[in-house]
């Protein structure tokens, strides 16, 4: 019978375990050192983008404060042109009405002011004015009112001719109108409790 014997000592295994695990740390920690890095370069990128975005929204503000302080310019320019426009018509209307006294009294301060003061000086019993209009350069006077009677009106009409020709104003024109005036509180079906001429001369 023969029987063999090993004389060798067996491998220590022990040996080739801790260096595959030291192996596997290795690997591990690499593959660590990978991730780290990789994060800290998305980490980098990441706030670069950030401060870039930052940039950009300081931008994006102040280019809307400038857009803003223009609207404002505009809109104070636009305020004041609207405030421009309603104002003309009136400077050309008084800017005519000034042309117009002059022209009808030239060199004189008081304008239109002898028409009332005519008309003032002319007292006619049961005739009143109601209106006095002058234009063309005071060279056409229109005057209109009421009187109790047709006589008071044609009386009338000759004394203004008479008063006003002087002055280079002759009324050539004379309407009467016949009116009926109802007492106050009267129902609108009552008869006129006073009846009247309306007058206009011109």
Not at 48 to 73: G, P, Y
Request: proline share 4%; hydrophobic share 45%.
């Amino acid at each position: 019978m023969t029987q063999q014997i090993n004389l060798l000592r067996p491998k220590d295994r022990s040996a080739g375990i801790a260096a595959w695990g030291l192996g596997a740390v290795g690997v591990v920690l690499v593959v660590l050192a990978g991730y780290f890095a990789t994060v800290l370069g998305e980490t980098n990128r990441l706030r670069d983008a950030a401060k870039l975005k930052d940039q950009q929204l300081a931008q994006v503000r102040s280019t809307i404060q400038v857009l803003q302080a223009q609207r404002a310019r505009q809109s104070d320019a636009s305020a004041l042109e609207a405030e421009i426009a309603a104002m003309r018509p009136r400077a050309e209307a008084l800017a005519n009405l000034v042309k117009l006294v002059r022209a009808g009294n030239p060199g004189a301060q008081e304008g239109f002011a002898r028409y009332l003061q005519t008309l003032g000086s002319l007292s006619a019993e049961g005739l009143w004015i109601s209106n006095l209009s002058v234009s063309k350069g005071g060279s056409s006077v229109v005057i209109t009112g009421r009187a109790l009677q047709n006589e008071a009106v044609m009386q009338y009409a000759r004394r203004l001719n008479d008063a006003f020709g002087p002055q280079g104003v002759n009324f050539k024109s004379l309407e009467l109108t016949p009116e009926g005036l109802a007492a106050p509180g009267a129902p609108a079906s009552a008869p006129p409790a006073l009846t009247t001429v309306a007058f206009r001369l011109s």
